[in-house]
């Protein structure tokens, strides 16, 4: 059965911070906040648009939803729960903060039927943290996510790696605790500069620079491969592309690209290839073939075929084959040169 999102969003209702990265209403598109009738409305017009049945979760987006009164918390939730309870959806997002999550808050939650709760991280680094105006620690996250892994509700981390202070061993850092927390899924964000925020300040005035977007595109791959390597899903790198994003003057600097989370898979891919090549396996440079699964046949490419392209070139191999087979299975490649087979998936990466 296929999972649909309602999303419905609260740009920067119940931030207490201005975190130097955030400009939510360029993020999301909604100037407004939104009210419990529209929240109903826009559940009944999805619901009702749908001609099959389907897995549904009305998620809320863009503030910090548990800083809200808990009145106005209860009143927004209150179409969600009421449409949960009758069954019309199975699930209930929201989106807040590590230090505003406490028990009062979680009961609260669920009562109410929330079932997933995602916290904005960012970092797991406290220097970090403080460069980024966050307003909490990272013992504040350990304590939110030990909280919410007592209860029934699924907890997500989110993560924007490439932020002010950040550094290899930085991220590192950030990586190995996070595994420790053990959540049940990710989101990663590299740090773009939007304009009117205090970091597209900093930006103007030369005292950051953000990561390139090749450096942007192995950062997330080294997180995207740790974390899946440990059983955690990732469920999306790179900012969601909207008109308001790509509307030039937007973004003023840094890795924003419409397929990031694409440009990243294809990069896992061609460490894989590459991984391979460098065995020196003989006949490798005479005839390579590539057979793998048809639903990675642009990510084994890359973006404008540049994995193979630059396989071809890096490698000096003659000529490269691509055989999209459904027996293949998915992150995995069946190789082919001297009259052997050899297969690799990304488990098998040991480099970035």
């Not at 740090?191 to 103007?204: C, E, M, R, S």
């Amino acid at each position: 059965m296929k999972h649909y999102i309602i999303p419905i969003f609260i740009p920067h209702l119940g931030c207490r911070h201005q975190c130097i990265f955030c400009n939510q209403q360029s993020i999301t598109g909604r100037p407004t906040p939104v009210t419990a009738r529209q929240v109903r409305t826009m559940i009944a017009d999805r619901l009702a648009a749908f001609k099959q049945k389907r897995q549904v979760e009305v998620a809320f987006y863009g503030g910090s939803f548990t800083a809200l009164p808990e009145a106005m918390q209860n009143e927004l939730l209150a179409p969600a729960t009421e449409a949960r309870l009758q069954g019309h959806i199975q699930g209930i997002r929201l989106s807040t903060r590590p230090d505003c999550i406490n028990e009062p808050i979680v009961n609260n939650l669920l009562e109410r039927g929330v079932t997933v709760v995602e916290l904005g991280v960012q970092s797991l680094d406290d220097t970090v943290l403080a460069a980024a105006a966050r307003g909490h620690d990272c013992k504040s996250v350990a304590q939110a996510v030990t909280l919410l892994k007592k209860t029934s509700l699924r907890c997500g981390l989110q993560f924007m790696p490439g932020l002010p202070g950040e550094d290899w061993l930085s991220l590192l850092k950030t990586v190995q605790r996070a595994l420790a927390l053990s959540p049940d899924f990710v989101r990663i964000y590299p740090a773009v500069v939007i304009q009117g925020t205090p970091l597209a300040g900093l930006y103007q005035r030369g005292a950051y620079q953000p990561l390139s977007l090749p450096q942007a595109t192995v950062r997330s791959a080294y997180m995207k491969l740790a974390f899946e390597r440990r059983g955690i899903a990732v469920i999306r790198v790179g900012l969601q592309a909207s008109a308001e994003l790509d509307r030039e003057g937007t973004v003023l600097a840094g890795p924003y690209h419409p397929a990031f989370g694409e440009l990243v898979d294809a990069h896992i891919f061609y460490l894989m290839l590459a991984g391979f090549v460098e065995q020196g396996i003989a006949g490798c440079q005479e005839h390579l073939l590539i057979r793998h699964h048809p639903q990675d046949c642009s990510k084994v490419r890359g973006h404008y075929n540049n994995n193979i392209a630059g396989l071809q070139q890096a490698y000096n191999i003659a000529k490269i084959t691509l055989q999209a087979e459904a027996l293949v299975p998915r992150a995995t490649l069946l190789f082919t040169c001297g009259g052997q087979d050899y297969l690799l998936n990304k488990n098998m990466i040991n480099s970035i």
